[in-house]
């Protein structure tokens, strides 16, 4: 049997990085190795997966606000201060 190519370790993410990469993953932006190693951070710690879902149901229910009731740049405010509360809390 031929071995084609021999598997990259997965290094363990620490919560600090897990949470700088939560919103490239919920918009699909991680490279497939990233994504592998935030994927299993999330099923071993509570703490990140907790915030991961918190991030994306205000992701889900700010794009359900009418357009004309939030202006780009106060969604913007918004995401910010809420990803740096949310950074402080891990």
């Not at 919920?26 to 099923?43: K, M, V, W």
């Amino acid at each position: 049997m031929t071995i084609l190519f021999e598997p990259l370790p997965l290094r363990r993410l620490s919560c600090e990085h897990a949470s700088e990469l939560t919103t490239r993953s919920l918009d699909g932006a991680l490279p497939f190795i990233e994504n592998s190693r935030y994927q299993i951070h999330l099923a071993l710690c509570p703490g990140c997966r907790a915030r991961h879902a918190q991030l994306k149901q205000i992701g889900y229910l700010l794009r359900r606000l009418p357009k004309e009731r939030v202006r780009p740049a106060s969604r913007r405010i918004l995401l910010e201060a809420f990803r740096a509360r949310i950074a402080h809390s891990c």
